[in-house]
């Protein structure tokens, strides 16, 4: 199996990226998505963990919280902490990801 794939499977089985999947839209998504591409790992959790502890928006913690989980499962990827395009993609396509999964992908 592709590494990229089995990396869409766990995401997408994971219960706070399912919680989140009606909930996330691409403004919210290209936040993160642009902060993980530009500055890297470390960066896009402290971003998160700023939107997630506002409190303001129970729809944006929920989005945060997943976008979170994502970058947990990201460290088991060298491929994808190497490569930040590849992050940043699956950051903003994870409303896709959390819907199919890998079901229209060969994987």
């Not at 902060?35 to 913690?61: S, T």
């Not at 945060?64 to 990827?77: G, Q, R, S, T």
Request: proline content about 2%.
């Amino acid at each position: 199996m592709d590494r990229i794939c089995e990396l869409i499977r766990k995401i997408a089985a994971e219960e706070e990226v399912q919680k989140a999947r009606d909930k996330f839209t691409s403004s919210f998504l290209n936040q993160p998505a642009g902060v993980y591409e530009k500055y890297g790992f470390g960066m896009a959790k402290d971003f998160l963990w700023e939107k997630e502890g506002r409190g303001e928006d129970e729809e944006e913690d929920v989005q945060a919280k997943a976008v979170l989980k994502a970058l947990e499962i990201f460290k088991d990827y060298p491929e994808v902490l190497h490569n930040r395009k590849i992050g940043r993609y699956l950051i903003k396509t994870l409303k896709v990801i959390a819907e199919r999964g890998c079901k229209d992908v060969n994987c």
